[in-house]
């Protein structure tokens, strides 16, 4: 079995892959939707995707590329601690630069604000790549923002351990299969649903009978977030992730409803969620 993920290895997407799959059966791809891409040409069997960060919000090429794709779905949603450290050959004082991905550095903006007010930032493609930039450039006066298995990895001191602006920092991925049939492979407590509804057009209040459909049957819902339709402006679809206890056939009557008002609604998955810690 091949696993695909957002890479490069050490990448706080592989940290979760690793978490539920072995370490030979992962394959790297440099972005989400390269990832999403050999999935669906079934050069690998599965993908693990980020989907949303607690500080920084939903990964929207994820989002974005899963709207309207209805042959790949969600078969476990994985929920990692993110740590950050910033790394180094050794403790610079005044280092030129500090690289990291721009997530890495929105989660630890305070931080460096606090202590690295003049240094000059550089986003780059991955965390790791900033750890192994530094350790490939010693004649630099460089810092990276990574984990502490790329710190291991490339050799680098950990400077400054957990610098996240938030020690509550974690972040959601996804794993995606291309069986709908597929079974869930862990029997957790927590599962979710996950949906998205596209209104019908020039429709006054179909967004409030959509979630009164949630709200008389008493569905608790995790979450909701408009992303926009790419046609319009002011057109949007919705995300809804739905708390799934003894609730199934009070959901899919929901969603009945919710589609006898015209709106579209795509199954997004059903799906176990995993905690690390």
Do not use: C
Request: glycine content about 2%.
């Amino acid at each position: 079995m091949k696993v695909g993920y957002l890479g490069p290895k050490n990448s706080f997407t592989f940290q979760a892959a690793n978490e539920l799959f072995e370490e030979n059966n992962l394959v790297s791809f440099a972005s989400i939707p390269l990832t999403i891409e050999h999935l669906e040409n079934k050069s690998i069997d599965l993908a693990v995707v980020p989907i949303e960060n607690s500080l920084e919000g939903s990964v929207h090429a994820t989002v974005d590329y899963l709207f309207g794709q209805t042959a790949i779905t969600v078969q476990e949603e994985i929920i990692l601690p993110i740590r950050q450290q910033l790394l180094g050959l050794e403790e610079v004082k005044q280092p030129q630069k500090i690289l990291s991905h721009p997530q890495a550095l929105a989660q630890t903006k305070q931080y460096l604000k606090t202590y690295y007010p003049e240094v000059s930032l550089e986003a780059v493609s991955s965390t790791t790549f900033a750890a192994q930039y530094v350790a490939t450039h010693p004649e630099n006066k460089l810092l990276a923002i990574a984990s502490e298995k790329a710190a291991r990895e490339y050799n680098l001191k950990v400077v400054a351990s957990d610098i996240q602006d938030n020690a509550a920092n974690q972040t959601r991925f996804w794993v995606l299969a291309l069986d709908k049939n597929r079974q869930i492979t862990r029997n957790t407590q927590d599962k979710k649903v996950t949906l998205f509804i596209t209104l019908p057009a020039n429709l006054p209040g179909a967004l409030h009978q959509v979630l009164s459909a949630f709200a008389w049957r008493k569905i608790d819902l995790a979450k909701i977030e408009s992303r926009p339709l790419k046609t319009n402006l002011g057109e949007y679809f919705f995300v809804i992730d739905v708390v799934l206890k003894e609730n199934e056939i009070l959901i899919e009557n929901a969603v009945k409803e919710i589609e006898l008002l015209q709106a579209k609604v795509q199954r997004v998955g059903t799906y176990s969620i995993n905690r690390f810690t």
